[in-house]
């Protein structure tokens, strides 16, 4: 009869080196299973510009993959100056508007293999400073400050902290006709929102109450700005402005507060964004009252939800993926120029027009 064997006479499971524990291999690690030189394999492995043997790439790729090799990004990050990473600075990653620019960056970096970082900046001045500031240390190429800023002038920490991240070698691009850094990304919310206001006066509306974010708030401004005057030059009359932010829940409650108050059936409901407008949408319906025959609404920038509403949401269709792809290119360009991006006004079921 075979004894079983003990725990020193089993064979121990074969392990492939990409597996097996211990330190993690090195590029001299590397260099050595590939058999070339340690020059060699930093060329390859590193992204240099010097080009190598097609052989000598095969099998040094082939020998990290079989070592379970990793480049070290800080490493090459001191050496090169810059890391392969872009950073994308945004105020709410649950905003379908952020996310749509975000794929857009995403979709460039993809083309360019390069990594995409998000930071949320609530809009905060002080916060999005202390972002910059990390960021800073990690040498990310580009950084692109997407989120709506205010018309203040930008705090003197952000601007130092912007000042020397370009100093270091990354590129600063900003959204806004007047943002940081050589390179700009500008929609023009204002003509849109003023072709909008023109259309919804076409279709007979004559008094909106207009749901904004707080004032100074650039996006918020000139969509606001650019609607009343469109409104106002077609025969309509904006009664009122009503602040919160661009949150749906925003929405939803400076609805009820104007429902309080009172609204006429026939009033139309301008909000900076779909994401705003689909909150007020919510709370009119809460209310008992209904969107679009009763009280209308339209947004701005034509999310996904927008046309999956009930009833479907009237807006200005802003390209926004291709707003985030233009964006990156401004980072990673040398020589760019913004393309025009053209608004569309989407007519749809929540402002089915008044007969008069």
Request: proline share 5%; glycine share 10%.
């Amino acid at each position: 009869m075979t004894k079983p064997a003990t725990s020193a006479e089993r064979p121990s499971p074969t392990r492939s080196p990409r597996h097996a524990r211990g330190p993690a291999p090195t590029l001299h690690d590397v260099a050595r299973e590939a058999g070339v030189s340690l020059a060699t394999a930093s060329r390859v492995l590193n992204g240099s510009e010097r080009r190598v043997a097609e052989s000598f790439r095969e099998r040094v790729e082939s020998a990290a993959e079989k070592l379970g090799y990793t480049a070290n990004v800080s490493a090459q990050s001191i050496a090169r100056g810059t890391s392969p990473v872009i950073a994308l600075l945004v105020a709410d990653i649950a905003d379908p508007y952020f996310g749509l620019i975000a794929s857009g960056v995403a979709r460039g970096a993809d083309e360019e293999g390069l990594v995409v970082t998000i930071a949320i900046t609530e809009r905060d001045q002080a916060r999005e400073a202390r972002i910059v500031r990390a960021l800073r240390g990690q040498r990310p190429r580009g950084l692109i400050l997407a989120a709506s800023r205010t018309q203040e002038p930008t705090e003197t920490e952000t601007a130092q902290e912007l000042a020397e991240f370009v100093r270091l070698g990354g590129r600063v691009v900003a959204f806004g006709p007047d943002g940081e850094g050589e390179r700009r990304i500008e929609i023009d919310n204002r003509s849109g929102a003023e072709a909008l206001g023109r259309r919804m006066a076409e279709l007979g509306y004559r008094s909106a109450i207009a749901l904004g974010a707080a004032a100074g708030v650039r996006t918020s401004d000139d969509r606001l700005g650019g609607f009343h005057a469109g409104f106002e030059a077609a025969g309509g009359a904006v009664e009122s402005v009503r602040r919160g932010d661009f949150r749906r829940e925003s929405g939803a409650a400076q609805m009820r507060e104007a429902l309080v108050d009172g609204i006429e059936p026939g009033t139309l409901i301008f909000a900076i964004s779909d994401v705003v407008a689909l909150g007020a949408m919510s709370a009119i319906r809460e209310s008992g009252r209904e969107v679009g025959s009763d009280i209308a609404v339209c947004g701005f920038d034509d999310v996904p939800a927008s046309s999956d509403a009930t009833p479907r949401l009237t807006t200005v269709r802003v390209p926004l993926s291709e707003v985030g792809y233009q964006a990156f290119r401004a980072t990673v360009d040398a020589e760019w120029e913004q393309a025009p991006l053209p608004l569309e006004i989407i007519v749809r079921d929540s402002t089915p027009g008044i007969t008069r």
